[in-house]
């Protein structure tokens, strides 16, 4: 009678070994980057980005402040969450927002410097800085007239691009980020492991497998920004049309808001050189490859211009 042979467990590939642990750690690097600065860096990353003078932090200006609170009213924010809010000057030209306000770590809203200026005369010329040399503004470009413009926003623009970063902090986009990296990375560590046994890459040459890795892990990488991008634009959209349903003042905002922000992307891209113009495209959206990372400009303005009055409520 035959003795059966001993059954031996065969041994982990060293490529899957090698593989699977750097997913482990990309998976809880990746949930750290994108949850940190939202949660218990929360102080750390404002200070990062707070516009100072000589080293001090600038506080907001009361105008502008009482601009934050007649939105908050606007939005019909209760009192517990108006308090999970914080206003704060930041740099650059942007509004930003960070946090979830939710939660017990609050959210921040970044407001740009020139949403002080009530008209041209206000603009700080010294103060503007461009490019990632933060070179001086040329005044003697002819783009610079339209920058300048685009700077000085009325009461009613203001209010709505400073309620659709409220609005927008409110769609716990940074928490979704924060899971999907994982989420995709550890799936796509999976699908390998699948496809390694089912084609049985170890009994074959090591390039087999890092073929394997390489094209499960583009695309991985081809879902993880479909669905990054798919839900900011989905949010974006989104949030426009609530601000529109605000009702004239609103919609009118709107309209400049866009109007201001297409006419500052033009000036950037002649006062930038080749750097404006790998930036933005010649109607004043941003250029991306491949990705479509925001809904672009020139779309969110002609909602606005293309809202219908029944709607204007």
């Known amino acids: 009678m035959k003795v059966p042979p001993k059954f031996t467990p065969q041994k982990p590939h060293r490529m899957a070994i090698i593989a699977t642990s750097s997913a482990i750690a990309l998976s809880m690097g990746s949930f ?20 100072e003078s000589l080293g001090i932090p600038v506080q907001l200006d009361t105008k502008i402040l009482n601009l934050f609170d007649k939105v908050m009213e606007d939005l019909k924010m209760s009192e517990y969450l108006k308090k999970k809010f914080e206003a704060f000057a930041i740099t650059g030209f942007n509004l930003h927002h960070a946090g979830f306000p939710d939660s017990r770590f609050g959210a921040i809203i970044g407001i740009p410097n020139h949403f002080t200026y009530q ?12 490019g990632y040399d933060r070179k001086p503004l ?10 300048i413009n685009s700077l000085v926003l009325s009461e009613k623009a203001k ?8 609005l927008m902090s409110q769609k716990q986009l940074p928490l979704y980020k924060s899971l999907e990296s994982p989420t995709v990375i550890t799936l796509s560590v999976l699908g390998t492991e699948l496809l390694r046994t089912k084609m049985k890459l170890h009994n074959k040459p090591w390039t087999f497998t890092i073929l394997t890795y390489l094209a499960t892990s583009t695309v991985a990488y081809a879902v993880w920004f479909q669905i990054r991008d798919s839900l900011k634009t989905y949010y974006e959209k989104n949030v426009d049309e609530q601000l529109a349903k605000l009702g004239k003042e609103y919609i009118e905002g709107g309209k400049e808001f866009y109007d201001k922000l297409i ?13 404006g113009a790998k930036t933005f495209n010649r ?3 941003e250029q991306f490859l491949i990705r479509v990372k925001t809904v672009p400009l020139s779309q969110r303005k002609k909602f606005f211009y293309e809202f219908k009055e029944e709607n204007e409520l």
């Open 32 to 51: 750290l980057i994108e949850f940190l600065p939202h949660s218990f860096f929360l102080d750390k990353y404002k200070n990062l980005i707070h516009l």
């Open 119 to 130: 008209e041209k005369s206000d603009v700080d010329y010294v103060d503007i800085r461009l």
């Open 138 to 147: 040329n005044l003697y470009h002819p783009a610079t007239e339209n920058l």
């Open 159 to 166: 209010k709505f691009g400073i309620a659709r970063e409220v």
């Open 263 to 275: 006419s500052r992307n033009i000036a950037l891209r002649a006062l930038l050189g080749p750097q």
């Open 283 to 285: 109607d004043g959206d």
